[in-house]
T-cell receptor, first 115, second 114 residues
Framework: GAGVSQTPSNKVTEKGKYVELRCDPISGHTALYWYRQSLGQGPEFLIYFQGTGAADDSGLPNDRFFAVRPEGSVSTLKIQRTERGDSAVYLC?????????????FGPGTRLTVL | AQKVTQAQTEISVVEKEDVTLDCVYETRDTTYYLFWYKQPPSGELVFLIRRNSFDEQNEISGRYSWNFQKSTSSFNFTITASQVVDSAVYFCALSEAGTYKYIFGTGTRLKVLA
């Protein structure tokens, strides 16, 4: 079956612009996660959804970052007033159910470059 | 505090050699889960294994084996008879029960030379 998909695969933007990154989880997966991976680092947790609601957004670095999942499937990560430090690969993952006993399946990521 | 340390930044081996990737973790919880993921050049993280804190049995899957030792807070990963296709970045991750986020280490880049 289809895995987690993310669009776009690459996004180049200018400092100060607004960007949206999209994640399509595996069909039937109720939990969805966003991570950010900077060069040479491991993925860093941003936010987790159970259904439509954000169950844990403790990893969002500041209020320029926001994510939604209005229908409990597709999710969009939104970044306002982008800064050069936001440049990274943004990874989305999904799992069948919430809980650590359900492994997370990752998408290919969106590489964001802020000039 | 939760933390995962992968002290080996990069390892190079010649094909058919065995290689061990180290992972040391820190947590105050008694219930937690440990994971290994592979990130090939294509970039997509591939799940390899999950282990809970109550199961210290070592596991073997083909050429892969994992050694979990609570006494040293380590969860090491060994590849036997390495192959060029094993070249990737390998991440160890920790998740505490009651939270759903993974805490990743910084990864170990494995290069297997033909």
């Amino acid at each position: 079956g289809a895995g987690v998909s993310q669009t776009p695969s690459n996004k180049v933007t200018e400092k100060g612009k607004y960007v949206e990154l999209r994640c399509d989880p595996i069909s039937g997966h109720t939990a969805l996660y966003w991570y950010r991976q900077s060069l040479g680092q491991g993925p860093e947790f941003l936010i987790y959804f159970q259904g439509t609601g954000a169950a844990d957004d403790s990893g969002l670095p500041n209020d320029r970052f926001f994510a939604v999942r209005p229908e409990g499937s597709v999710s969009t990560l939104k970044i306002q007033r982008t800064e050069r430090g936001d440049s990274a690969v943004y990874l989305c993952a999904s799992s069948l159910l919430a809980g650590v006993y359900n492994e997370q399946f990752f998408g290919p990521g969106t590489r964001l470059t802020v000039l | 505090a939760q933390k995962v340390t992968q002290a080996q930044t990069e390892i190079s081996v010649v094909e058919k050699e065995d290689v061990t990737l180290d992972c040391v973790y820190e947590t105050r919880d008694t219930t937690y889960y440990l994971f290994w993921y592979k990130q090939p050049p294509s970039g997509e993280l591939v799940f390899l294994i999950r282990r809970n804190s109550f199961d210290e049995q070592n596991e073997i899957s083909g050429r892969y084996s994992w050694n979990f030792q609570k006494s040293t807070s380590s969860f090491n990963f060994t590849i036997t008879a390495s192959q060029v296709v094993d070249s990737a970045v390998y991440f160890c991750a920790l998740s505490e029960a009651g939270t759903y986020k993974y805490i990743f280490g910084t990864g170990t880049r494995l290069k297997v030379l033909a």
